[in-house]
């Protein structure tokens, strides 16, 4: 299994908003950025939201990112048929010496 | 706007070497970045497998750094990936993507392409 915990999926209605969590460790989240990332079926990942809070240029505000002690979360509002699509979370862990991914979070909108 | 694109044979047999290319385009692989090669087997998450920095530095994930190598080109402005002793459990997607210098995330991916290990 995953270093980062991710809940394997998540659904909503559109318009509603959607929040997807990413626990780790101490060795980990803990003492590192996270940065997430979505992916549309087919497709590669797509950066969504770098330095814990950060979003690169073309992604809207709808999107954000938030870190508390361990644990991360992505926030997504105003959910539409389009964001339907894989997220992960991901980070550096000083124990292992490596980037480690959630195990990923499937987000239906119904 | 850098562009990465994976290049390779797509059918590997077991117990042989997996061999991948990642070509840069916009930009020179010499600059301050990492390069990093992350695959997904069918229907499954994400896994980093390693990067490598322009100076040849390398990072790789513990639980396949025995059979993995990365190296860089930089007269071709590509880095590669072989990975040794490959078994059916290797089948993935296998995407390329670059790390900023000192950035905690990946800004550029390439597409990825799909690597079958069997005979």
């Known amino acids: 299994q995953s270093v980062l915990t991710q809940p394997p999926s998540v659904s909503t209605a559109p318009g509603q908003k959607v929040t997807i969590s990413c626990s780790g460790s101490?060795?980990?989240?803990?003492?590192?950025?996270v940065s997430w990332y979505q992916q549309l079926p087919g497709t590669a990942p797509k950066l969504l939201i770098y330095?814990?809070?950060k979003r690169p240029s073309g992604i809207p505000d709808r999107f954000s990112g938030s870190k508390s002690g361990t644990s991360a979360t992505l926030g997504i509002t105003g959910l539409q048929t389009g964001d339907e699509a894989d997220y992960y979370c991901?980070?550096?862990?000083?124990?292992?010496?490596?980037?480690?991914f959630g195990g990923g979070t499937k987000l239906t909108v119904l | 706007q850098v562009q990465l694109q994976e290049s390779g044979p797509g059918l590997v047999k077991p117990s042989g070497t997996l061999s991948l290319t990642c070509a840069v385009s916009?930009?020179?692989?010499?600059?301050?970045?990492?390069w990093s090669w992350v695959r997904q087997p069918p229907g499954k998450g994400l896994e980093w497998i390693g990067e490598?920095?322009?100076?040849?530095?390398?990072n790789h994930n513990p639980s396949l750094k025995s059979r993995v190598t990365i190296s860089i080109d930089k007269s071709k402005n590509q880095f590669s990936l072989k990975l040794s002793s490959v078994t059916a459990a290797d089948t993935a997607v296998y995407y390329c993507?670059?790390?900023?210098?000192?950035?905690?995330?990946?800004?550029?991916w390439g597409q990825g392409t799909l690597v079958t290990v069997s005979s």
């Open positions: 101490s060795s980990n989240i803990g003492n590192n950025y």
């Open positions: 991901v980070t550096w862990d000083n124990s292992l010496s490596a980037w480690v």
């Open positions: 993507a670059r790390r900023l210098g000192l950035g905690y995330y990946f800004d550029y």
């Open positions: 490598i920095y322009q100076s040849g530095s390398t």
């Open positions: 916009g930009g020179s692989i010499s600059s301050s970045n990492w």
């Open positions: 330095d814990n809070n």
